[in-house]
Every structure is written in C-alpha cells, then in structure tokens.
Nanobody, 124 residues
C-alpha cells in the first residue's frame, strides 16, 4: 500500500505560519502529481494546492493563492506546503495525496493514494 505521510501541523495564532511536509516512505513521490486537500468539521473536503511531478507547474485554490506556496524537493522525496497569513477559517485536517503524473489538479478523484492527515488549528 502506497501512502504519503503528512507532518507539520499544529496550533498557530491568526497571521502565523506553518509548513506542512508530505513524505513517501515506501515509494518514490517524485513521479507523481501531489495535491494538498483539507477538511474542516462539518464541511466537505476541498482542494488547496497541487504540484506537477517536475515541480514546474502549480495550482492553487482561490482561498490559498497569495498565502500558500507548494513546492517539492525530489532529492528528499518530499512535498511542502508553506502556509502564511493563516486565518481561523484555515483550521482543518490537511491531507496529502499522490496521483499519476500529469497536470496538477484540485479534483480529489485525480488522486490514488492519500495520507492520514495532519491537524492545523488557527486561533483567533
């Protein structure tokens, strides 16, 4: 079973920053498109950002554009989500997902393998 592993979540005040990491321990993440999704209590899962396998192409939800930056270090088999200027409405469980190589996408069905998630809580 291929499963990405997220880390880096936590509790931060409004306006603060966090950097999430997504690591693949049993497969090479480098060959896959990677997306970050989030789900807040009582809400549907939503796509936040996505990056191509090469890192040349990225895509952001409107809610993340200008505040979040997705990147990848293929030498470390890791994808990052740098989150700045955090708001209480960013509070959610954040999931990393990997899918077959292709264009970045915020559509969940695009992805085949999902992590367990990491909690991000932004206090007001």
């Amino acid at each position: 079973q291929l499963q990405p592993v997220e880390s880096g979540g936590g509790l931060v005040q409004t306006g603060g920053s966090l950097r999430l990491s997504c690591v693949a321990s049993r497969f090479t993440l480098n060959y896959y498109v990677v997306g970050w999704f989030r789900q807040a209590p009582g809400k549907e899962r939503e796509g936040v950002s996505s990056i191509s396998s090469s890192g040349d192409s990225t895509y952001y939800a409107d809610s993340a554009a200008g505040r979040f930056t997705i990147s990848r270090d293929n030498a470390k088999n890791t994808v990052y989500l740098q989150m700045n200027s955090l708001k209480p409405e960013d509070t959610a469980i954040y999931y990393c997902a990997a899918g077959s190589a292709g264009a970045p996408s915020l559509r969940a069905p695009r992805y085949d393998w999902w992590g367990q998630g990491t909690q991000v809580t932004v206090s007001s």
